[in-house]
């Protein structure tokens, strides 16, 4: 590859936060439509069905708070490490 040709793809980091950033915001949509699931069950009886909504609505809502959480947590660590390569060089401007 010649010293001249810029490369076309992005840099491993700031594609990963990209679609980290883009997760985080497909997630409400994902438990929206998850949430929605126990509205088309078809059981023999109402109390069963009653009593397994109620656990699927629960561990789903378990579920996208730890992954929300994941999320989070990858998103801001990689605010860190970015604040702290722009910060680390030179005087301080006051």
Do not use: Q
């Amino acid at each position: 590859m010649s010293p001249d040709r810029v490369s076309v793809f992005l840099a491993r980091r700031s594609y990963r936060r990209r679609r980290m950033a883009d997760a985080a915001r497909l997630l409400p949509l994902a438990g929206g439509i998850l949430f929605c699931v126990p509205l088309v069950w078809k059981g023999a009886e109402a109390g069963a069905r009653t009593v397994n909504a109620m656990i699927y609505v629960f561990g789903l809502w378990v579920l996208l708070v730890v992954v929300s959480a994941l999320i989070s947590r990858h998103l801001r660590h990689d605010d860190d490490e970015r604040d702290g390569e722009e910060g680390g060089g030179g005087g301080a401007m006051e």
